[in-house]
C-alpha cells in the first residue's frame, strides 16, 4: 500500500503518531472526494477527543475559574518551572484522597499535558544500554519518545481473554539488569481495561523482583464503570517506587488545555533522595509547562466540581459504549473479546477471512474511510495488527449512524461465501 504507514515488513513505524494516521486518512478522505459534494458527513470515532462532540462539555467551574485567575492580572509572568506551588499543592490533595498516605506537593510537577510527562520521564530514565518494557497494544507516544531517547524498547502482551491483563510471565521474560521501568496503562487505552487491585498488586511485586520502577499512565483516572473501580497504582508504592501520570484533560474535558502531572507516588522516599530531587527539578529548568493563569484554576478546578458532572461523563460513555457493543454483535467480522470497564476506547478483532479485498487492518480503515466517511484507528498503530480502535467517546446519533455504516462496509466487502 502506498500510504506511508508499512514499513518494510509490514508494520506501522514507531515515528508514526495516532493524530498522524488519522491525518493520512482524512487527507485519502479529501483525495477521494474530488470536487463532488459530499452527501455524508464525516465521523470520526478515532481520536479521542471528548471535546469534539457536543454532548461532552467541562464543568462549569473550570472555564470560570481560569477567566478569573486570567483577569485577576495577577498570572501573567513566569510560573515556577516545577509548576506553581497553590497548583502543586491542590493535586497532591487531589491525588492523596485515593492513597493510604499523603503525597507533598514537593512530589508534583506540572507538565504541559500527559504527554509531555511521558517525555520527561523517559528522557530523566535514559541511559546507554537502558531498555524500558511497553505494553502492547498501547499509546504509541511511549514507543516515539523512547525511539528519540534512545531507550530500547521490549513489548510485553496485554491478554484480550483475561480482559486485557498484563502477562506477568512475559514481564519476568523480557526484563533483565538494564529494564529502567514498566509502563502501566489503567484505565487503560486503547483497551478500555480497569486492573483490579489484585492484579496492580501483582504488578508491583513483579517489579520489586525485577528492581525497577512503574510508570503509572492514569491520564483516564476514576473514568471507570461496571464492577471495578478504578484504583491508583500509588497505592502500592511501598513495594515498588511508582511515577504516576495524569492531568485534566479526559475527566475535565479540556484536553487543549495541556495541565498535566508527574507526581512521585513513593511512600518509602526513593524519589525524595537529594539528588533525584535536584535531577528532576534541574531537568524541569530546561521546560516551559502550561500557561500560568491555568495552573492558578487548578485549585479551584479539582476543588469545585460537582460529582453529578462526573456521574453524567459516565453515563454518556457508557451508553455510548453499549451502542458500539450492541452494533458489533450484529456485524460477523467484528468481535470484542472484553467490553471495555472504562476509559473512552475499546479494541475490535478483525475476521479478515469473511472480507473481500481487504488485506489487514490499515486497508481496512483507508477504505472504509473513503467509502463510508467514519475513520477510526488501524489496531498496528497501537501495536496490534488486524484489530482496530473504535472511540466511544461521542453522541449517541453519530456513533448510531457511524456503526451503521461500518456494517454496511463489511456487508459490501462480504465474502460471498461467507455467512454474511
Not at 455524508?40 to 479521542?48: E, P
Not at 518551572?81 to 491542590?90: F, M, N, S, Y
Not at 520489586?208 to 471507570?224: F, M, P
Request: glycine share 8%; hydrophobic share 40%; charged share 20%.
Amino acid at each position: 500500500m502506498e500510504n506511508g504507514l508499512v514499513g518494510s515488513e509490514g508494520e506501522v513505524t514507531s515515528r508514526i503518531t495516532i493524530k498522524g494516521i488519522l491525518s493520512l486518512i482524512m487527507e485519502s478522505i479529501e483525495e477521494g472526494d474530488g470536487d463532488g459534494e459530499r452527501k455524508k458527513r464525516v465521523i470520526s470515532l478515532g481520536m479521542g477527543d471528548p471535546s469534539a462532540y457536543s454532548c461532552f462539555q467541562p464543568p462549569d467551574v473550570a472555564p470560570q475559574a481560569v477567566v478569573e485567575t486570567l483577569q485577576s492580572d495577577r498570572f501573567n509572568g513566569y510560573s515556577p518551572t516545577v509548576g506553581l506551588p497553590q497548583a502543586r499543592r491542590a493535586i497532591a490533595e487531589y491525588l492523596s484522597n485515593d492513597l493510604p498516605y499523603k503525597l507533598s506537593p514537593d512530589d508534583v510537577f506540572i507538565t504541559s499535558g500527559c504527554t509531555q510527562a511521558i517525555d520527561v520521564v523517559l528522557s530523566l530514565l535514559a541511559r546507554p544500554g537502558a531498555n524500558i518494557l511497553l505494553p502492547r497494544p498501547g499509546f504509541p507516544i511511549y514507543n516515539l519518545s523512547a525511539s528519540f531517547r534512545h531507550l530500547e524498547v521490549r513489548h510485553f502482551d496485554l491478554l484480550p481473554e483475561r480482559g486485557w491483563e498484563v502477562d506477568l510471565d512475559g514481564i519476568e521474560s523480557l526484563a533483565d539488569h538494564n529494564t529502567v521501568a514498566i509502563v502501566i496503562i489503567n484505565p487503560g487505552n486503547p483497551c478500555g481495561n480497569v486492573y483490579s487491585e489484585q492484579h496492580l498488586k501483582m504488578i508491583a511485586e513483579a517489579a520489586k523482583k525485577l528492581r525497577t520502577l512503574v510508570i503509572a499512565d492514569e491520564v483516564y483516572g476514576h473514568l471507570a464503570f461496571g464492577d471495578t473501580p478504578f484504583v491508583p497504582m500509588g497505592k502500592y508504592g511501598s513495594i515498588a517506587p511508582v511515577l504516576t501520570l495524569g492531568s485534566l484533560s479526559k475527566r475535565w474535558i479540556v484536553p487543549g488545555w495541556r495541565l498535566g502531572w508527574l507526581v512521585t507516588t513513593d511512600p518509602s522516599g526513593l524519589f525524595r533522595k537529594p539528588k533525584v530531587v535536584e535531577r528532576m527539578t534541574k531537568y524541569f529548568d530546561t521546560l516551559g509547562g502550561p500557561a500560568t493563569f491555568i495552573q492558578a484554576a487548578v485549585p479551584r478546578i479539582l476543588e469545585q466540581t460537582d460529582e453529578t458532572f462526573f456521574e453524567n461523563t459516565i453515563s454518556i460513555l457508557e451508553h455510548g459504549l453499549d451502542i458500539c457493543c450492541s452494533r458489533i454483535k450484529d456485524i460477523p467480522c467484528l468481535t470484542c473479546p472484553q467490553k471495555p470497564r472504562g476509559s473512552m476506547a475499546m479494541m475490535v478483532k478483525l475476521n479478515l477471512s469473511l472480507l473481500e479485498d481487504i488485506s489487514d487492518d490499515i486497508d481496512f480503515c483507508f477504505k472504509l474511510a473513503k467509502e463510508e466517511l467514519v475513520i477510526i484507528l488501524p489496531g498496528i498503530a497501537v501495536g496490534l495488527k488486524n484489530w482496530i480502535r473504535v472511540t466511544f467517546a461521542a453522541d449517541s446519533s453519530s456513533l448510531e449512524e457511524g456503526m451503521g455504516r461500518i456494517k454496511s462496509f463489511c456487508l459490501r466487502h462480504a465474502k460471498q461465501t461467507g455467512n454474511m
